[in-house]
């Protein structure tokens, strides 16, 4: 009897439960919860994500704009200090860029109504990883963003010439796969939006996307030209045969800035004192003694340096750059110095009207850098079929100022065509064989202001133009910085595997190359 009892007991509880229980997943669901992820949007969040430049990173490195304080914690690349907060903002492109890519190509992978989609995330994948490589050296590529996929907490390091091999077949294949056949990309900021979808719009973005994939993969090829002329010159032919940019709408450019979300380049001005930031002496005697148009919308002189809304000068003449290599003590004993006004130094800042508006146009590939690749790879002999290259490098020049039509405040065309025409004929930027390689990257680096990491690659791989090294100390044995160091996170979360990739490049410091960088 007791036995029974006991068994009773038990039983009605396990029927009144699944009585109670009966339909509770149902009724207990939140109708608001996330169940299913728009791919579309992941892949937009992705595209906005990629960052362009900020703070004092590679554009102080190759002598454009820097920070002419040392207060100890404004110290970085102009003082030729290995400054973490300098050197981490690239490696945010994992988790703001690659860890979405990643999700978005393992779900599409097998899915034959994301073709397009899936080909997409990985050309902007190698987009990002170009970039990582670029900045850093070896990084994590084959493990990397699959921590929530396949628990992959601490990821290896992969060599970067590895890297660069993988990323030229992804380009190669993920381009060639495209097809107006499939399906059409809503979430694409660049080609896409269209609410109403027809054969044509799907066939215009697409070529876009292949425009995409080939200019990377110019860029790529370009990459190789100090250490396998022939290699470049291969995927070189290969890129411009496939198809490229060829003209500014063919840019990929984020044009949807506010004040609410604001061009991360534009921290210069929301985040820190403007009086800090000064364009660099090279830089605007590049600018100013060719009497380059361009100079008026990237700096300006303010009358108090630290009220960027006081009356300021965009006149050529009246801009000068801080000295490179002095701070706010030792520019004291710099010959000519022009001495402090309003708060301030007297030299030319950035415009934060046009250049570093919170609004301004964040410029990732473009026209003008894909004609001036051209214009090398034609010099080079490494390109057959296409036009001079001096007409890749006059079409490069003016598709780079007409690109300032973009830019808050500024009227188009932000260059007239015969002020263009009287720049092109300026004797130290009219094109001359003699003198190609060193007119064409000078103009690449001028071109690449707001895109940091382009212009310090490039600069690397073709050494020009020719800068003197910053001399304020000799932290860098009378050098440049070539890459940038890990951050001190990947150090103490990621330790043996960092150390294996500290071992393999030989040291993680701010003079390390990387593979293609050769002296």
């Known amino acids: ?63 454009q704009y820097l920070n002419a304080y040392n207060a100890g914690a404004t110290a970085g690349f102009n003082f030729n200090e290995d400054v973490d907060g300098y050197n981490t903002p690239r490696w945010g492109v994992y988790a703001g860029v690659v860890k979405p890519l990643v ?3 393992s779900l599409t992978k097998d899915d034959s109504a994301a073709k397009n989609l899936y080909n997409m995330a990985r050309i902007w994948k190698a987009y990002a990883f170009m970039t990582l490589v670029d900045t850093y050296g070896d990084v994590p590529y084959s493990d990397a963003g699959k921590g929530y996929l396949e628990g992959i907490n601490y990821p290896k390091y992969d060599k970067m010439a590895d890297i660069y091999a993988d990323l030229y077949k992804e380009l190669k294949t993920a381009t060639a796969a495209l097809s107006a056949s499939n399906d059409y990309v809503k979430g694409d900021l660049f080609f896409g939006g269209l609410n109403t979808v027809t054969p044509a719009a799907i066939a215009a973005q697409i070529t876009q996307w ?48 506010s004040s609410a979300v604001p061009n991360g380049f534009s921290n210069l001005q929301r ?41 300021r000068d965009t006149i050529t003449a009246d801009q000068y750059g801080f000295p490179v290599g002095y701070d706010q003590i030792s520019v004291l004993t710099f010959p000519g110095y022009r001495g402090t006004k309003g708060g301030g130094q007297n030299y030319t800042q950035l415009n934060y009207d046009v250049m570093v508006n919170i609004v301004a146009p964040a410029f990732f590939i473009t026209n003008s850098q894909t004609q001036l690749l051209l214009a ?144």
């Open 271 to 311: 985040n820190v004192s403007p009086y800090f930031y000064y364009l660099a002496e090279p830089f605007v005697n590049q600018l100013k003694n060719t009497g380059d148009p361009r100079l008026k919308y990237i700096g300006a002189s303010y009358a108090k340096p630290e009220q960027i809304t006081s009356t």
């Open 210 to 257: 292949k425009k995409i994939g080939y200019s990377l993969m110019l860029r790529l090829g370009m990459r190789y030209s100090k250490i396998d002329a022939a290699k470049a010159a291969s995927i070189a032919q290969e890129a411009f045969t496939g198809g490229v940019l060829q003209s500014n709408s063919d840019n990929v450019v984020v044009n949807l800035y």
């Open 1 to 63: 009897m007791t036995k029974i009892n006991c068994l009773i007991i038990p039983l009605t509880v396990v029927v009144c439960f699944m009585s109670c229980t009966k339909g509770f997943e149902e009724k207990n669901q939140d109708p608001y919860a996330i169940t299913k992820i728009d791919l579309g949007l992941l892949f937009s969040g992705a595209e906005r994500g990629m960052n362009v430049g900020g703070w004092d990173g590679e554009q102080t490195i190759v002598q």
């Open 376 to 519: 090398e790879a034609t010099f080079r002999g490494w390109i057959t079929g296409g036009l001079t290259t001096q007409q890749y490098y006059e079409a490069g020049v003016r598709a780079a100022m007409d690109e300032w039509a973009l830019f808050p405040g500024v009227f188009s065309p932000a260059v007239s065509d015969e002020d263009k025409s009287s720049y092109l004929l300026q004797p130290a930027i009219a094109y001359n064989d003699p003198d190609a390689l060193k007119l064409i990257n000078t103009q690449y680096w001028i071109c690449s202001v707001t895109n940091g990491a382009e212009g310090f690659a490039n600069w690397r791989r073709s050494g020009f133009p020719i800068l003197q090294p910053n001399m304020y100390n000799n932290n860098l044995n009378g050098g440049f910085a070539r890459r940038m160091a890990y951050p001190n996170a990947e150090e103490a979360q990621n330790r043996d595997n960092y150390k294996a990739a500290v071992a393999s490049m030989g040291g993680d410091g701010l003079t390390q190359r990387v593979f293609w960088d050769k002296p």
């Open 103 to 105: 999700q978005i190509v």
